[in-house]
């Protein structure tokens, strides 16, 4: 008579541990930027509408994006400028300042200052216009002095808040969690 025990089957070569952990410790950066990044633009809307803030910030730095050319070539329409509002403001440095009521605001640097009735006014100016704007700025105006300037990262974010960037962010979401399901970090 054959026997016909079969041989029990060997488990699956296990992968290399190193390749595990470096998969672990990349998807857990991924995953902690994602959850930062969460914070960030929850905390800007939270701002913008429970505070009416028309200048969100998160720990008193603002991300902004530049429309116009007025500061090239420092900075380009698209690029994203951070500012932080300080206590005082000096020549020479990139500010931005509201007007109309808050409803807008430009980022222009100060050229010169002056003190009138207790009140500092700054005298601003884009680095390729070809004259100082024409009201002197209020130190109350004030919304912050530029800290950081990332190219082309505002046209980006401008693009993800239409109905195609929405729809990317969710594809990346789903993306993000088939991946850690098919993977199973």
Not at 85 to 102: H, K, L, M, N, P
Not at 127 to 154: H, M, R, W, Y
């Amino acid at each position: 008579m054959i026997s016909t025990i079969a041989q029990p089957l060997s488990p699956p070569a296990k992968p290399d541990s190193v390749l595990l952990w470096i998969k672990r410790v990349v998807f857990s950066i991924v995953f902690a930027l994602l959850i930062v990044l969460l914070f960030i633009f929850t905390a800007l809307a939270a701002d913008r509408v429970i505070a009416k803030s028309n200048i969100p910030s998160v720990f008193g730095f603002s991300p902004l994006t530049v429309l116009t050319g007025s500061m090239e070539p420092e900075i380009y329409p698209g690029d994203m400028v951070v500012i932080h509002r300080q206590s005082d403001y000096a020549v020479g440095d990139t500010i931005t300042y509201v007007v109309e009521g808050g409803k807008s605001s430009v980022t222009h640097k100060i050229i010169r200052s002056y003190v009138e009735s207790g009140t500092t006014y700054y005298i601003t100016q884009g680095i390729n216009n070809n004259t100082e704007d024409e009201f002197p700025v209020a130190k109350s105006q004030v919304a912050g002095k530029v800290v950081l300037i990332i190219p082309g990262l505002g046209t980006f974010l401008e693009w993800l808040k239409t109905p195609s960037g929405i729809v990317l962010i969710l594809l990346f979401a789903c993306i993000v969690v088939a991946a850690v399901y098919i993977i199973k970090v």
